[in-house]
């Protein structure tokens, strides 16, 4: 119950005179009864009781509705203490439902003093919130054990525990309430990047990785080779992780970079780094169309070095995977691509250096160490389309190291973006037309984050019957949607990929990464329902090309809000930007979305809000674990618990790798 923390606080220590009293105040005031209370039936079922108060300075009356009880309250001559927000009207002020109590009755509990607001259901009221928290909290109080250094606690000016709780439930000053929410909010950020730190170091200082040779001629010529050549961007982060696989350590490292800034040669050049040291790598991707798209690009890539690609997913008949699966064993396959097949049972490497994962967020920790399993600590490497700041990067994926490209390759052309409403459906479906007309292909999705109800996919399928059989029905439209068959998506998608389909009518993401340069327009509908990142990363779908692209976004959304949010998709192509903006405009909580992404709850700290917190908490951490690694030193023993404590799960999952 203790940590049951309060959602806001209200001041009633701020105390006026009546005769001060302005519409809008939420203040305490002191008066005398001055008339007996009045019940008045407004209608059936309200009524209302009133009564009438003074001090020196004025009057005031005070109403409740449908509280009887109040008419065997209030005596005239008593004195009292209200609470409450205040009508000023003309000349006649008004408080309802104030909160009372009656003066020389002992101590004030409601009043007098900053109140505790808690996060509670319509059943519960308060009161009884804020009555039970307050015994939990006297069973408690001076009793609960430090759970910070002492040295932490006096660089970094963190309050004593006890005194933390007691002031972040009841707090008597805003002073007092401010140092209880630093610390607890430092606290928990602290113990999660501890967490954090403590996993990734288990990761890399225990184990031995392989130390892949150098191989720097071969590695050139390859790069060479490559139809073009890569962006500074590229190099810096290929730079990076050739550092992480010539060492010792087994490589944990995030790739981060924004749609179409050319992660996949990244992806290639690495496995073939693998393959030069005399290992096999393994590229795992979410949808079969991916690892079809990947199993062309670095096929392409690889023949004249003759390195063996293959590829291995679900719809693959028996008879093919077995051959699969046969020469993987023997080694003669040294690059293998796939999706969640990769993690079966059966998959046996010969000698697994490498594993890469492409657009990570789909894709669990669990599910990386399995494919990890299937080799002797082999090196990986995790790809995101999706930037989010580096500080919550550092948060989400603390036990990785992260590497940026943050450039496209040159001569990329920014997609215009029209943020419209359904007046302009005429021109925009003339647009459609005009595109199609043009020998392009075109995208149209609609809002469906989860497909979990079958309602909002029969909306999806609804439009796209009304878009093929009335707007384009002279026109070749595709549907797909998460629920479909495999078969039948990717029998969709591939019509599409080939330009059999002029039109592809999408509900949710469920394609990442697919690669149409054809495709130059993206009509998004109910746009505002989509997070920013979402919305630039649907976007990337075109600009993939030579030709001029273009993103329409219907915006139905009424308020200010969604309207900056549009215009800043309409501003920039900048993945990065768009994420901070998106953070600021949402929060962190529905930034995320889901619990998919894996970003901690918690219950004091606010991941936007309390950035400055965050860093502070980070250094901290890292001085800590710079001085005891492993959290090993007797005086760090109960830190040290704290934080198993609350990493237990993590942990769990990741003693596995
Ligand atoms: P993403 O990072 O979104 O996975 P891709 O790896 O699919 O991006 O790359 C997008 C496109 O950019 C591909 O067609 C790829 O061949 C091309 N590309 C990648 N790097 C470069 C570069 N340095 N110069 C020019 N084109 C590049
Ligand atoms: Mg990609």
Not at 370 to 379: F, I, R
Not at 396 to 411: A, F, K, Q, T
Request: proline share 3%; with cysteine; hydrophobic share 40%.
């Amino acid at each position: 119950m203790i940590t049951h923390f309060p959602r806001e606080y209200e001041d009633r220590n701020n105390f006026k005179k009546i005769n001060m009293l302005l519409d809008g105040d939420s203040c305490t005031f002191e008066g005398e009864i001055a008339s007996k209370v009045t019940e008045n039936r407004i209608r059936k079922g309200l009524s209302v009781y009133k009564v009438l108060i003074k001090d020196g300075t004025g009057s005031i009356v005070a109403s409740w509705f449908n509280q009887s009880y109040i008419k065997n309250v209030f005596r005239v001559g008593e004195r009292y203490l209200f609470f409450g927000k205040i009508n000023r009207r003309f000349k006649s002020i008004e408080v309802q439902n104030p909160v009372y109590e009656r003066i020389g009755t002992g101590e004030h509990k409601n009043l007098c003093r900053i109140v505790p607001v808690y996060p509670s259901t319509i059943d519960m009221s308060q009161n009884t919130l804020r009555a039970a928290i307050k015994s939990a909290m006297e069973l408690v109080e001076g009793k609960l054990e430090e759970t910070l250094p002492q040295w932490l606690r006096e660089k970094y000016k963190l309050a004593e525990i006890n005194y933390s709780f007691s002031n972040i439930h009841f707090p008597r000053t805003f002073e007092d309430f401010n140092k209880a929410r630093f610390r607890l909010a430092f606290e928990e950020l602290f113990l999660m990047q501890l967490g954090l730190l403590c996993i990734k170091m288990t990761l890399t200082e225990v184990e031995t990785g392989i130390k892949f040779k150098k191989s720097e001629a071969e590695m050139n010529e390859f790069i060479k080779a490559l139809p073009f050549s890569l962006t500074n961007a590229q190099r810096n982060v290929l730079g990076e992780i050739e550092r992480d696989m010539e060492s010792q350590k087994v490589m944990n490292r995030l790739v981060q970079g924004d749609v179409g800034s050319g992660k996949t040669v990244v992806a290639a050049i690495a496995l073939y780094k693998a393959v030069l040291g005399g290992y096999q790598g393994t590229l795992m991707v979410p949808t079969e169309i991916l690892a079809e798209q990947h199993l062309k690009t670095l096929s392409k890539l690889f023949q004249p070095f003759n390195v063996n690609v293959a590829l291995l997913t679900g719809s693959q008949t028996a008879k093919q995977k077995r051959s699969v699966l046969e020469s993987l064993k023997t080694g003669e396959i040294d690059i293998l691509i796939g999706t969640h097949a990769l993690l079966e049972d059966k998959v046996e490497f010969e000698n697994l250096g490498i594993v890469v994962t492409d657009e990570q967020h789909r894709f669990g920790v669990r599910q990386r160490a399995v494919l990890s399993k299937k080799g002797n600590n082999p090196d990986t490497l995790v790809m995101t389309a999706t930037p989010i700041p580096r500080t919550l990067a550092l948060i989400l994926y603390g036990d990785l190291d992260i590497s940026i490209i943050n450039e496209l390759p040159p001569g990329r052309k920014p997609i215009k973006t029209y943020s419209v409403n359904n007046e302009m459906r005429s021109r925009i479906n003339d647009f459609i037309r005009k595109k199609v007309a043009e020998g392009r292909q075109v995208y149209i999705v609609c809002p469906l984050v989860e497909e979990s109800d079958s309602i909002a996919a029969k909306a999806a399928l609804e439009l796209s019957e009304a878009i093929a059989n009335e707007d384009f029905k002279d026109l070749k439209v595709g549907l797909v949607y998460g629920k479909m068959k495999p078969k039948d998506k990717e029998s969709i998608m591939s019509q599409f990929v080939n330009g059999d389909i002029d039109i592809l009518v999408s509900t949710t993401v469920i394609e990442v990464g697919v690669n149409v340069p054809n495709a130059t327009l993206m009509v998004i509908e109910n746009a505002e329902r989509f997070g920013l990142s979402q919305l630039h990363q649907l976007r990337g779908r075109v600009g993939r090309g030579a030709e001029e692209s273009f993103c329409v976004l219907y915006n139905e959304g009424k308020g200010s809000v969604s309207k900056e949010r549009m215009k800043v998709m309409e501003k920039t192509n900048d993945g990065f930007v768009i994420s901070e903006k998106d953070l600021q405009l949402r929060g962190p909580g529905e930034f995320f979305g889901t619990r998919q992404h894996g970003l901690p709850e918690f219950k004091i700290a606010n991941l936007y809000k309390d950035m400055e917190i965050l860093k502070i908490a980070q250094d901290a951490a890292n001085e800590l674990l710079m001085e005891d690694p492993l959290l090993k030193h007797e005086k760090n023993a109960r830190i040290k618990e704290v934080v198993k404590e609350r990493f237990a799960e993590k942990i769990e999952e990741l003693s596995f790798l």
